[in-house]
């Protein structure tokens, strides 16, 4: 049994989150003995790998980068463990030869929880800031999921970690201005594909949080069976004299994250009055929280800042230990375990991009 149409003055829902990794499980004390120990590393250098490593709150991350893992040589590196200065090219091949496959094993999950099938789906929306490539992986959506090829088309690309908000906050045009719509979301990002060598501390930091995964959400405004997530409203801001505290940049040798150790300080002190356009009522009133865990520093200080108790913070921490920062998809990792664990009532969702950007939404729990 297929999906009704919609109901008069439905308002959009994420009817299904499903999630993607690649099947190579990167321990995090492994991550860190390989990054600390390259040739030409500083004391210094390596004695910040091992404390950021070790302070970051994850415990293993997902990677395509077998090698890793396994220890064998690859594109990106030596069989003694020697990362490659490979070209930006060599990693951009890597993300095509990837990425589309994580994304449809994401979507064909996303589309058998929603009951909704190929056949119905009207719009596809990606998201991705790790790798550029046309035809990307929207266009292997509609092809290997066997979509119609009047499906239409958007990519939302290069926004970093936030980039499901705008992705989410189109397909909720879309189903607003056609009730009838179903929109296939999706958001895959092949972080570790930028590995690199640095004694700088900010390079540190980003080669001990940064994953592989993907996340695929069905949005529509037609009736669905099983819970799903209203949504009520998006916000987008900046925080104040950040601009340059995080910075998503391309280099010879793969793309560069510019993380400042000011940015967990910027959040906290610029958090609450960041979302009150959304909140109104206050925080109190929100019955569920999924924070972005872009990092464990980043993660306390919305804590504190919120006053929001450990319950409330499980499901992002648990995100974080287990899969690390995938980027854009991460949020959505989030929301999936909210739903999974019958949270109840208003949920806000948040994600923190270059800028230093705020992207947030106001969601209400549906039960199916």
């Not at 989150?17 to 099947?23: L, N, R």
């Not at 220890?71 to 490979?86: C, K, N, Q, V």
């Not at 705008?166 to 092949?190: F, G, K, N």
Request: aromatic share 4%; net charge negative; glycine share 10%.
């Amino acid at each position: 049994m297929t999906p009704s149409g919609a109901p008069q003055g439905a308002a959009p829902r994420i009817v299904a989150i499903e999630t993607a990794v690649p099947p190579t499980v990167l321990a995090q004390e492994r991550a860190r003995d390989i990054f600390a120990r390259q040739p030409g590393r500083s004391r210094l250098g390596a004695r910040l790998t091992m404390t950021a490593f070790d302070a970051s709150g994850i415990e293993q991350r997902h990677t395509v980068v077998d090698a890793l893992a396994t220890g064998e040589a690859s594109e990106l590196l030596a069989a003694d463990g020697t990362i490659r200065p490979a070209s930006t090219g060599v990693r951009n091949a890597l993300y095509a030869e990837h990425a589309s496959a994580l994304a449809l094993e994401a979507a064909r999950q996303a589309l058998a929880t929603s009951g909704f099938d190929a056949a119905q789906v009207t719009h596809v929306v990606t998201a991705s800031c790790t790798g550029f490539v046309s035809p990307g992986p929207d266009l292997a959506l509609v092809t290997g999921l066997g979509l119609a090829p009047s499906t239409a088309r958007l990519h939302v690309g290069f926004m970093g970690c936030s980039a499901a908000f705008p992705a989410l906050r189109a397909a909720d045009a879309v189903c607003r201005a056609d009730p009838d719509a179903v929109v296939l979301v999706v958001c895959v990002e092949l972080c570790t594909l930028h590995l690199g060598v640095s004694d700088e501390p900010e390079q540190i930091v980003a080669m001990s949080l940064f994953a592989d995964g993907a996340a695929a959400a069905v949005v529509t405004a037609r009736d669905a069976p099983g819970p799903a997530l209203a949504l009520d409203g998006f916000l987008t801001g900046l925080l104040p004299d950040s601009i340059d505290e995080m910075r998503w940049t391309i280099g010879d040798t793969g793309f560069v994250m510019h993380l400042s150790s000011k940015v967990p300080t910027h959040l906290g002190r610029g958090i609450r009055s960041g979302l009150a356009p959304l909140l109104p009522e206050g925080a109190d009133a929100v019955d569920a929280w999924a924070v972005h865990p872009g990092g464990r520093s980043i993660v306390d200080n919305v804590q504190r800042a919120l006053a929001l108790s450990e319950a409330a913070m499980a499901p992002t921490r648990g995100v974080l230990a287990r899969y690390g920062n995938m980027s854009s998809p991460t949020v959505l990792f989030v929301l999936r375990e909210l739903l999974a664990g019958g949270a109840r009532g208003i949920v806000c969702a948040m994600a923190f991009g270059p800028g230093l950007t705020l992207e947030a939404a106001r969601m209400r729990v549906e039960a199916g």
